[in-house]
């Protein structure tokens, strides 16, 4: 299931995801957009308090911090993209 972005910052947040859940809800993916990361300390509550984990779609945000901590490393998982176009390619394509 999908969920809608914030017209702020264009990630999504905890009220957006919780008005989704379901029962059937395995896990939460927030994608971290334009090199800024979702608030992941009011998503991680909400996901904590339901017992699912959550797995950070961070290829849009290498570097970026939510309150100093950086982005990949806050949920259970999470997952990078070397592709060229991500906030990486100033430092290469990593080819
Ligand atoms: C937010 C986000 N996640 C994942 C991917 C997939 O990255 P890759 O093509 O390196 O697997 C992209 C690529 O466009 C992306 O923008």
């Known amino acids: 299931m999908f969920v809608d972005s914030d ?3 264009f990630n999504t947040t905890a009220e957006l995801i919780a008005s ?10 927030p994608v971290h957009l334009f090199g ?18 959550v797995m950070e779609d961070s290829a849009q945000s290498i570097g970026a911090r939510h ?3 950086i982005s990949c490393s806050m949920g259970l998982t ?5 592709f060229p176009s991500k ?3 100033c430092f290469g394509d990593a080819a």
């Open 78 to 82: 999470g997952t990078l993209s070397f």
């Open 36 to 53: 800024q990361c979702a608030d992941m300390t009011s998503i991680l509550k909400l996901a904590n308090s339901k017992g699912i984990p």
């Open 87 to 89: 906030n990486l390619g």
């Open 20 to 29: 989704k859940l379901t029962a059937k809800t395995k896990l939460i993916i």
């Open 7 to 9: 017209p702020e910052t």
């Open 67 to 69: 309150h100093g901590q």
